[in-house]
Nanobody, 121 residues
Framework: QVQLVESGGGLVQAGGSLSLSCRTS????????MEWYRQSPGKERELVAG???????NYVTSVQGRFTISRDNAKNMVSLQMNRLKPEDTAVYYC???????????????WGQGTQVTVSS
């Protein structure tokens, strides 16, 4: 069974930095877009950043210039470097990926379990 495992969350003061990582566990045939979402209490889950197989990152406006998404295709990992963090960045951050389990199969969406990021003012 393929899983996405996030790490790197924690508590940081406003203006500080955190780095999140998401690694794949299990076997699969191919991986396409990898993304980071976040969800804070009472709000819908929102897309924070995404990156395709060969790059082309995109970001939600609120994090542009502060967050950087990157991926290591050899390790099937995606990372999110978060700088100049603000209290409003506080949320559970989820990794999401589109995976092909076998050749000729359909793409499947897999989510990680989430990691808490708390930014204190």
């Amino acid at each position: 069974q393929v899983q996405l495992v996030e790490s790197g969350g924690g508590l940081v003061q406003a203006g500080g930095s955190l780095s999140l990582s998401c690694r794949t566990s299990g076997s699969f045939f191919d991986i396409n877009t990898m993304e980071w979402y976040r969800q804070s209490p009472g709000k819908e889950r929102e897309l924070v950043a995404g990156i395709g197989p060969v790059g082309s990152p995109n970001y939600v406006t609120s994090v542009q210039g502060r967050f950087t998404i990157s991926r290591d295709n050899a390790k099937n990992m995606v990372s999110l470097q978060m700088n100049r963090l603000k209290p409003e960045d506080t949320a559970v951050y989820y990794c999401r990926a589109d995976l092909l389990f076998r050749a000729g199969d359909t793409w499947r969406t897999v989510w990680g379990q989430g990691t808490q990021v708390t930014v204190s003012s």
